[in-house]
């Protein structure tokens, strides 16, 4: 078995992944019968806490995904374990770094994760990095933010799988006054009108449980090099 970290902007980024994961048949390996254990890294023997999520493809791969407050703080942790993996008893095969594309161009964006990683690399340690920028392009209609993010992407499969939601959407921020509503503005209008039970960070998870959301998900995800999580699967580098 080889092991992966993953680290992200924050706690929704987390629970989207998780949610992800969680539709390709990934486990939870605290979870066990309803009740939550402690987890420990197979590979490093270290306990997974500090906000780190934990999740395990059948015998293959296990994974720590590392919420980090920030894209600029996903990419700079995500090179510092590159750069102690001379001196780590267990370094991962994989570093992925999964972040917004906000307002850069998308190949550029790719390419500048892409060289601070490849700068902080051991060239002696064999350790595979990732990006996933997160970004959805295309024709939404009402109640999917402009602006390159998470949000756009979530609420852009929303919008499609729930034809009538966007102008209900469009409609409530219209109602505030606000003349620049920001992307999480819109997700939250979302959240509180159909997901309110489940909560913020919830909500970014849930979404992965709808069969219609789900499959635009999918195929959003399919640009922003969401094979390069599902090539875990193999735990191959």
Known sequence: ??????????????????GWLESRGWKDPGLNGGLRSLVRNPLTQKVVAGGRFAFQFEDVIFLEIIPSEGKDNAVRNACRTLKNSLTDAAPPAWVVVACDLDDEDLEACRQRLQTRLSNSRQPSVPIATATLIWHATGDFG????????????????????HLDRGQIVQDWLAATGNPEPSPKSYSWS??????????????????????????????????????????LESGSP
């Open 1 to 18: 078995m080889n092991w992966a970290e993953l680290h992200c902007e924050g706690y929704h980024d987390r629970a989207f992944l998780a």
């Open 142 to 161: 009402l109640g999917v933010p402009p602006e390159q993010t998470l949000e756009r992407l979530v609420c852009g499969a929303l919008s499609r799988a």
């Open 190 to 231: 979302h959240m509180a009108g159909w997901y309110a039970r489940h909560g913020c960070e919830r909500f970014f998870r849930q979404v992965w449980s709808e069969k219609q959301v789900r499959a635009h998900l999918e195929t959003l995800l399919a640009d922003c090099s969401a094979q390069e999580l599902t090539a």
